[in-house]
């Protein structure tokens, strides 16, 4: 039997990088995938459709997780699609970087209201469930920038630390309900948006990482499949780093 078999998770920022990998693997191990996107839907669809070849249920939900009324409704519908949500993964996330003389209100606002903020909307939705079933696994992604902090990434790594505090609370609130939060600190992992940085800066990077080569979103996937499995059901309000000793 697979590890997830029969259950349900629902991964926010699924359609693309580490969201699509742990939606993917998730379902390699059997459970079926709510793809929560907040506007490319081309990319959700075709996630979609590589998870549903894998033989599980795969229906893509479009929301701005921060909006509360966006996820409650969002929430409401997964729920009454599925029949439950066994999983949450919080991955949704943005950026705008620069340093913060020159930060403007609004791009604070804004990575914080998605990274931060959106994560605290769908465990709130998903709260009164998780604890009528007496189980479930919320696994939220953070950064280790978040750990270590990053120049012109203020407002990023204030919503990464705050997600840890967010994962540490949800764990002692919902331990006795048998629910287990656990946050995931990704380091330098490949993406687009990595692959077109300069090579320069790409070696820059490589040269803080004590094993010397950046990660690949399938490393995130596969401890998020560990962390929301049976074999993960004693552990909760753990951080831990995917970066290749970057932050250690």
Same mark, same amino acid.
């Given at each position: 039997?697979?590890?997830?078999?029969?259950? !349900?998770?629902?991964?926010?920022?699924?359609?693309?990088? =580490?969201?699509?990998?742990?939606?993917?693997?998730? @379902?390699?191990?059997?459970?079926?995938?709510?793809?929560? +996107?907040?506007?490319?839907?081309?990319?959700? /669809?075709? !996630?979609?459709? /590589?998870?549903?070849?894998?033989?599980?249920?795969?229906?893509?939900?479009?929301?701005?997780?921060?909006?509360?009324?966006?996820?409650?409704?969002?929430?409401?519908?997964?729920?009454? &699609? +599925?029949?439950?949500?066994?999983?949450? #993964?919080?991955?949704?996330?943005?950026?705008?970087?620069?340093?913060?003389?020159?930060?403007?209100?609004?791009? +604070?606002? @804004?990575?914080?209201?998605?990274?931060?903020?959106?994560?605290?909307?769908?465990?709130?939705?998903?709260?009164?469930?998780?604890?009528?079933?007496?189980?479930?696994? =919320?696994?939220?992604?953070?950064?280790?920038?978040?750990?270590?902090?990053?120049?012109?990434?203020?407002?990023?790594?204030?919503?990464?630390?705050?997600?840890?505090?967010?994962?540490?609370? !949800?764990?002692?609130?919902?331990?006795?309900?048998? #629910?287990?939060?656990?946050?995931?600190?990704?380091?330098?992992?490949?993406? &687009?948006?990595? &692959?077109?940085?300069?090579?320069? @800066?790409? /070696?820059?990077? #490589?040269?803080?990482?004590?094993?010397?080569? !950046?990660?690949?979103?399938?490393?995130?996937?596969?401890?998020?499949?560990?962390?929301?499995?049976?074999?993960?059901?004693?552990?909760?309000? /753990?951080?831990?780093?995917?970066?290749?000793?970057?932050?250690?």
């Amino acid at each position: 039997m697979k590890s997830l078999e029969n259950k !349900t998770a629902l991964v926010t920022g699924g359609s693309r990088g =580490i969201g699509r990998a742990i939606a993917l693997a998730m @379902a390699e191990e059997g459970a079926n995938i709510a793809v929560v +996107f907040a506007g490319n839907r081309e990319a959700a /669809e075709k !996630t979609a459709a /590589e998870i549903a070849e894998k033989g599980v249920q795969a229906r893509i939900y479009q929301c701005d997780v921060a909006s509360a009324g966006e996820t409650e409704a969002v929430v409401k519908q997964i729920l009454d &699609d +599925f029949g439950g949500v066994d999983i949450l #993964v919080n991955n949704a996330g943005i950026v705008r970087d620069t340093l913060l003389l020159r930060m403007k209100e609004e791009d +604070f606002d @804004a990575v914080l209201n998605t990274n931060l903020k959106g994560a605290y909307h769908m465990i709130r939705q998903l709260y009164s469930h998780m604890m009528r079933k007496k189980s479930g696994s =919320i696994i939220n992604i953070s950064s280790v920038v978040g750990l270590m902090g990053n120049a012109a990434q203020a407002n990023y790594a204030a919503a990464k630390a705050g997600l840890i505090g967010l994962t540490k609370s !949800t764990a002692k609130e919902l331990a006795s309900r048998g #629910v287990t939060c656990n946050a995931i600190a990704p380091g330098y992992i490949r993406s &687009d948006m990595t &692959d077109a940085l300069p090579e320069k @800066a790409k /070696e820059a990077i #490589v040269s803080q990482i004590p094993m010397k080569h !950046t990660g690949l979103p399938q490393d995130v996937a596969n401890l998020a499949v560990f962390l929301a499995g049976p074999a993960a059901s004693y552990i909760t309000g /753990e951080v831990i780093r995917v970066d290749g000793g970057m932050a250690m």
